[in-house]
């Protein structure tokens, strides 16, 4: 996928055109969904996440945050900015960018909302709405240290190259359940948001192929 930013924006925005926030929410993973019986029991908790496309002059980007261990869900884990909806979020949009804001310090003047990606489960119960947001480049950054530990970009280059996708397996009430992983830069993304990532670097794939 060796593309320019511009080439690469063109792509999203024609790929998620169109998209509306999910009403279904799958437990995805490697091998594909959860069994029925492993699926969190509702009512889920609404949630967001953004999923930041930056715009970079060498290539996009993804923005990605790691969480620092004192959080009660996902401690330490590499995730997407976003979390819980507020009785005071209008709509997803609204939680993932107030929840980016607050994490990173990332200020949604600097995002532009392009489109949805599938609904997430998480085993957490979290009913998660990926919202794709392209970056202008010149953001700043003010990371919350009580829930970020650290804030890094991957390439977009790096992340859709098959060689750098992993499947891995691990124990979950008593069952082998797949996974996928990256490692980059002494990061490992993994759990809902490589299997979010993977949805989004699917449908480019398909899109670019059509």
């Not at 490697?30 to 002059?57: E, H, I, S």
């Not at 009430?173 to 992983?181: F, K, L, N, S, T």
């Amino acid at each position: 996928m060796q593309k320019s930013s511009e080439d690469f924006e063109s792509l999203i925005r024609l790929c998620l055109r169109g998209s509306q926030p999910p009403l279904n929410f799958t437990s995805r993973r490697a091998g594909g969904d959860l069994p029925p019986d492993m699926r969190p029991k509702p009512p889920w908790k609404p949630a967001a996440v953004l999923v930041p496309v930056v715009a970079r002059p060498q290539g996009p980007t993804i923005l990605l945050t790691q969480r620092t261990d004192r959080l009660q869900d996902h401690a330490g884990q590499v995730s997407f900015p976003g979390g819980s909806r507020e009785v005071t979020d209008s709509d997803p949009v609204q939680t993932a960018l107030r929840e980016t804001e607050e994490e990173t310090g990332l200020q949604r003047r600097f995002v532009e909302v392009v489109g949805f990606l599938d609904g997430y489960l998480t085993i957490t119960g979290y009913a998660v709405t990926p919202v794709v947001g392209l970056i202008k480049p010149d953001f700043h950054l003010d990371p919350d240290p009580l829930e970020v530990a650290a804030v890094f970009e991957v390439p977009l280059v790096f992340l859709s190259d098959p060689r750098n996708r992993q499947l891995r397996q691990s124990q979950l009430v008593g069952r082998d359940v797949g996974y996928y992983a990256f490692e980059y830069d002494h990061h490992t993304i993994w759990g809902a948001t490589a299997a979010m990532l993977v949805n989004f670097l699917n449908k480019l794939e398909h899109m670019e192929a059509a």
